[in-house]
């Protein structure tokens, strides 16, 4: 059984930083892309960055770029969002998924191309 599980999040001040888990259990990243998705109240899921070792490819939004940082570790079968100088905009509930295509941009710009999903965590950005 696949299971992700974000961690990590909570309430800072605009500019400050937060790094969010996904810890996957009964997948591989070998065969899995994994992603980083943000749904804020009354938006539509985004895509915020996805990360595939199969093919070392890695995806960020043009929102994140430059502040944002994903990475993986393979032993703790884990994969973190490092977020740096976050903004108001930033707030959301984050949710890590899986994804069976290793293409990272395609995996971030299509929420029905990832297989399976995290619960979800809160990131509460205030001024």
């Known amino acids: 059984e696949v299971q992700l599980v974000e961690s990590g999040g909570g309430l800072v001040q605009a500019g400050g930083s937060l790094r969010l888990s996904c810890a996957a259990s009964?997948?591989?990243?070998?065969?899995?892309?994994i992603g980083w998705f943000r749904q804020a109240p009354g938006k539509e899921r985004e895509g915020v960055s996805c990360?595939?070792?199969?093919?070392?490819?890695?995806y960020y939004a043009d929102s994140v770029k430059g502040r944002f940082t994903i990475s993986s570790d393979d032993a703790k079968n884990t994969v973190y969002l490092q977020m740096n100088s976050l903004k108001l905009e930033d707030t959301a509930v984050y949710y890590c998924a899986a994804s069976r295509s290793p293409y990272s941009e395609y995996i971030c710009s299509s929420i029905p191309a990832n297989d399976y999903w995290g619960q979800g965590t809160q990131v509460t950005v205030s001024s």
């Open positions: 990360i595939s070792k199969s093919v070392s490819s890695v």
């Open positions: 009964g997948l591989s990243f070998d065969d899995y892309a």
